[in-house]
């Protein structure tokens, strides 16, 4: 796992200095591919949500090491999805466009093995937000 939490460190820090137009191409790539993913946004100050997006992935770097903050916060965030109207299949889709955009900016660094452990902690992050939609629900 630490080499893992490594991966996900080093190549989020690449990022960073670019994280603006990062989130920019994750959520014009979104709509591009998937156009009713936009009515999500319809009244969502979007630089303001890109910046919630950048922060979000900021905070899920700087608590891998501490995964009871990270699990506290990924719940609530779950839950505040759902009002939103997200449902479960939508974080596969938020999933796959993450990846594809973590490849085109990170270019000849993006590695197999990069590409794994985002994978996995995209899917550990879906299933804690989920759990989190998943108490909003029953509520």
């Known amino acids: 796992m630490t080499v893992q939490i490594e991966l996900l460190e ?32 319809s009244s969502t100050d979007m630089k303001e949500q890109r910046k919630k997006l950048l922060g979000a992935l ?12 990270l699990t506290s916060a990924l719940k609530g965030l779950g839950q505040r999805h759902v009002t939103y109207g997200v ?5 596969a889709i938020v999933g796959a466009i993450l990846l594809e955009t973590f490849a085109d900016f990170l270019g ?3 590695t197999p ?7 996995q902690a995209y899917e550990a992050v879906s299933a804690i937000m989920l759990e989190g939609a998943n108490v909003a629900a029953a509520a």
Request: charged share 25%; proline share 7%; aromatic share 16%.
């Open 108 to 110: 000849e660094h993006w």
């Open 10 to 41: 080093t190549s989020f820090q690449a990022i960073t200095p670019r994280g603006e137009a990062f989130v920019t191409a994750i959520y014009e790539r979104l709509f591009t591919r998937f156009p009713k993913t936009r009515a999500f946004f």
């Open 113 to 119: 093995a990069l590409h794994d452990a985002w994978a």
């Open 58 to 69: 900021a905070l899920v770097i700087q608590n891998l090491r501490k995964p009871e903050v």
């Open 87 to 91: 449902r479960p299949e939508h974080y």
